[in-house]
């Protein structure tokens, strides 16, 4: 009654740690999951999916060394020792149900036997995956071998058993198995796309070519193709031409990505079409219907290949729709989904029309053929703005900064 027993001396409380058991490791979980198992323990909730489940695992262990530290307080350390040194510890995996210190007598046999239980199934929790648990182990998923029928041989009886589910390649993530996929523009032939710009510029498309290649490799598989670090490659092929020639040029582009139609990820966008509909709707409705497309597109294929044909009808106000495909690390959301834009590939075409004699400036040098097709197309946009007196928002200099190759077509 007065907190005293026997001997005189107060007995130590019961300091129980205790966290529900997962059905699944941290890793399966999936995202909405883990954000509700994350928002108990009071943790951030944003991030991908690699993120929540390392912050996870992080409060986890954290939960175990601070049950070792307390026990250690109390006096009851050899009691949490054993599972401090456990594939627990160093692993940074599952979860455990413990109850640390029962006074100064140690644990009762019944708690010993649920930590017991309670390390076996951590041990299966954090078994790396593909990889079987111990024969011993009660949690073991490997079936029982059948036994023969009659008339039947072990081996035949063996030969009959369901085949063992193969692990999966990926995560359960239907977005990472697309995001792994190699690139359907890293298999186009050299040849074809270099065709398609003046021969003088064929060095410069095949360093384009090149850059698609390290990109779909570098971003492809592992903590990369996750976090998104990289930028999809862009080139712009100039006509000196109207803009019909632009326009029809870009068929050309499509046909040297045969790699990409036939896997029916390569998208053809008549930017003319998008400036029209601008002209009878609103630039605000264009450019968000613009930014759908785009966004349903790279949602099914994100390492296809889009093909602006025209981009000179675009607006100041019509680029921000495109800006954030041409950016590092771009990203797009859709229907509540983040869809990356950093894993295609881009092409644009223009038409800029000039004299014999202003073109042979321009093609003296490729930097300077790049700066002065850039400064003209910036020109052409700012000229199709409706409120010149409008300040500029910076969309024409960031997609002029976005744009990483640029040739004159053949």
């Known amino acids: 009654e007065d907190g005293v027993d026997s001997y005189g001396t107060a007995p130590t409380p019961t300091r129980p740690f205790v966290s529900q058991l997962p059905k699944t490791p941290a890793s399966k979980l999936k995202v909405a999951e883990l954000k509700e198992e994350l928002k108990m323990r009071g943790l951030e909730t944003d991030g991908l999916k690699a993120t929540l489940v390392e912050r996870l695992e992080a409060a986890l262990m954290q939960g175990l060394d601070n049950a070792r530290a307390e026990s250690e307080r109390t006096g009851s350390a050899g009691q949490v020792r054993d599972v401090a040194t456990s594939p627990l510890k160093s692993r940074r995996g599952g979860r455990f149900v413990v109850d640390l210190g029962e006074g100064q007598g140690g644990m009762s046999w019944p708690l010993q036997a649920i930590l017991a239980f309670a390390i076996l199934v951590v041990a299966y929790l954090v078994t790396p995956r593909g990889a079987s648990a111990p024969k011993t182990s009660p949690l073991s998923q490997t079936a029982p071998p059948r036994e023969p029928t009659a008339g039947q041989t072990p081996a035949q009886s063996e030969s009959q058993a369901p085949p063992t589910p193969r692990a999966a390649a990926v ?28 021969g003088d510029w064929s060095e410069t498309v095949a360093v384009f070519m090149d850059t698609v290649r390290e990109a779909d490799t570098s971003g492809r598989g592992g903590v990369r193709s996750v976090a998104g670090v990289g930028k999809g490659p862009s080139l712009l092929l100039v006509a000196n031409g109207n803009r019909d020639e632009a326009r029809r040029r870009a068929k050309g582009v499509v046909a040297a990505f045969e790699s990409c139609t036939e896997d029916k990820c390569v998208l053809r966008l008549d930017c003319e079409a998008v400036a029209q509909t601008a002209m009878e709707t609103s630039e605000r409705e264009a450019r968000g219907q613009l930014q759908s497309f785009i966004a349903t597109f790279l949602q099914r294929c994100p390492r296809g290949v889009a093909v602006f044909a025209g981009v000179d009808a675009f607006t100041p106000e019509l680029l921000g729709a495109v800006i954030p495909a041409l950016s590092e690390g771009g990203r797009y959301m859709k229907d509540g989904r983040e869809v990356r834009a950093d894993l295609a590939t881009y092409v644009m075409t223009a038409a800029l029309a000039r004299e014999p004699e202003e073109l042979a400036e321009w093609m003296e040098s490729e930097r300077q053929f790049a700066r002065s097709a850039k400064d003209a197309l910036s020109k052409l946009m700012y000229s199709r703005q409706k409120d010149h007196a409008r300040d500029d928002d910076g969309s024409v200099g960031a997609f002029r900064r976005r744009i990483d190759f640029v040739a004159p077509l053949r």
């Not at 995560?171 to 398609?196: G, K, N, Q, T």
């Open 171 to 198: 995560d359960e993530d239907p977005d990472l198995a697309l995001w792994a996929a190699p690139s359907c523009a890293a298999r186009a032939s050299d040849r074809e796309v270099i065709e398609l710009a003046h």
